[in-house]
């Protein structure tokens, strides 16, 4: 995989797993129904897919480094990356009652992560990366969490 590509495809499939997991928990946490979750999820797989693609786009060009082929293919990569993991969501969602696919997704994420992070960490840091970034995933996880339950406390009154 070119190093454009390589970009594009780890920062969308960690944005993906990120936001999504983040986007589950806090409404599921809030008490949104599956509809509300799973209108969440898609519109993170196709307009966040697109804001997240637009800012690699501005951010490869602000390097003034890279050829337009290069800039492209990481807005593409990143975008395609980000639409695909954010729809491998919708599985759970669909299929299982709401905290089976609330835990489900949570599982799903991490592994997504791990995998990852296995791949494109460094020889001899990849467990730290891993690690790290699980550590960071789990944060999402809890802040989303604390997020939904402030929602569900003001508003479900």
Do not use: C
């Not at 966040?48 to 890279?66: P, R, Y």
């Not at 296995?118 to 730290?128: R, V």
């Amino acid at each position: 995989m070119d190093h454009s590509s390589k970009i594009g495809f780890s920062f969308g499939t960690t944005s993906g797993i990120i936001t999504t997991l983040g986007l589950i928990v806090g409404l599921s946490a809030s008490d949104a129904s599956k509809a509300v979750v799973i209108g969440g999820v898609l519109t993170i797989a196709f307009a966040d897919a697109f804001s997240d693609a637009l800012g690699i786009h501005v951010s490869e060009e602000s390097e003034a480094t890279h050829s337009e082929k290069e800039i492209w293919t990481s807005t593409l990569s990143t975008y395609v990356a980000k639409l695909l993991i954010a729809l491998t969501f919708l599985v759970p969602l669909i299929l299982l009652s709401s905290t089976a696919a609330l835990i489900a997704s949570i599982v799903w994420g991490m592994l997504l992560l791990a995998i990852l992070n296995y791949f494109i960490a460094p020889k001899g840091k990849k467990w730290q990366a891993i690690s790290e970034h699980l550590l960071i995933g789990l944060v999402v996880i809890v802040i989303g969490f604390i997020i939904g339950q402030y929602i569900r406390g003001v508003f479900q009154k």
